[in-house]
C-alpha cells in the first residue's frame, strides 16, 4: 500500500508539475504577445509620425518654392542691393540696367522679373 501511495503522490506530483509548465508556457506565450503587440503598435506608431514628418517637409518645400516666397526672398535681396535711384531721369538708365545685372547675380527666375521697356525716344544717349 505504501508503494502505491508513493506512486500516487510521484504521478500527482508529475501532473502538478506538468500543469505549472503548461502556466508558465501560457503566461510567456500570452507576454510575447503581448510585446509583439506593444512592438507593432510602436512600429505603427514611428510610421505615422515619419508620413506626417515626410507631409510637413513637402508642404515645407512646397512654401518655399512658391512663386511668392521666392517673390519675397528676391524682393529683400534686391531692395538691399539696388542702387537707389535720383531724382534726374537719366538715373533711370542705370538704376535699370543695375536691377538687370542683379536679376542676372541672383538667378531670378524670368517669370518673377518685371519687364521695362525703354524706346529710343526715352534714352538719348543711345541705350
Do not use: W
Not at 500500500?1 to 502538478?16: A, G, P
Not at 516666397?69 to 538715373?91: N, V, Y
Amino acid at each position: 500500500m505504501n508503494e502505491k501511495k508513493r506512486q500516487f503522490e510521484t504521478k500527482r506530483k508529475e501532473e502538478m508539475e506538468f500543469e505549472e509548465r503548461k502556466r508558465k508556457e501560457a503566461m510567456e506565450f500570452e507576454e510575447r504577445k503581448r510585446r509583439e503587440a506593444l512592438e507593432a503598435e510602436q512600429l505603427e506608431l514611428k510610421k505615422q509620425e515619419l508620413a506626417r514628418q515626410i507631409d510637413r517637409d513637402k508642404a515645407e518645400d512646397d512654401r518655399r518654392d512658391s512663386s511668392v516666397a521666392k517673390g519675397k526672398l528676391f524682393g529683400d535681396a534686391m531692395r538691399a542691393s539696388t542702387i537707389r535711384m535720383g531724382a534726374d531721369p537719366i538715373d533711370a538708365i542705370s538704376f535699370f540696367r543695375n536691377v538687370e545685372q542683379l536679376f542676372h547675380v541672383y538667378s531670378v527666375l524670368s517669370r518673377l522679373t518685371a519687364r521695362v521697356y525703354v524706346t529710343r525716344d526715352m534714352c538719348r544717349d543711345g541705350c
